[in-house]
């Protein structure tokens, strides 16, 4: 079970890391051409700009990371025939859902 565990690990990473990077551009891009200019920086824009810009990237990232890992449990899922470390299959809708039970990582 460790090796399901180091396998799942590296393919939710994997997941994230891709999909996280597309995020990042996509926020990045809508920010430039809703503004006019680039993201701010630290210590540059005003108080409204540098708290706009924190949400708009923070909305994106959280739904990256929920994307990334609906998405590396279905790829899972497909791959090894079971759910990931942590998941169970629904019998009601037939989809993953979180284990209620947290597994020692």
Do not use: C, H
Not at 76 to 92: C, F, H, I, N, R
Request: glycine fraction near 14%; aromatic fraction near 10%; charge should be positive.
């Amino acid at each position: 079970m460790v090796g399901a565990k180091i396998g799942w690990k590296l393919v939710l990473a994997a997941f994230t890391l891709v999909v996280g990077l597309v995020a990042n551009k996509a926020v990045s891009t809508a920010w430039k051409v809703g503004s006019g200019g680039k993201p701010p920086k630290a210590g540059e824009g005003g108080y409204a700009e540098v708290v706009t810009w924190a949400v708009a990237s923070g909305a994106a990232a959280a739904a990256a990371k929920l994307f990334a890992e609906k998405r590396a449990a279905a790829y899972w899922l497909k791959s090894t025939g079971y759910a990931p470390p942590g998941y169970e299959q629904d019998a009601v809708k037939g989809g993953l859902v979180k284990s209620i039970t947290k597994d020692d990582d």
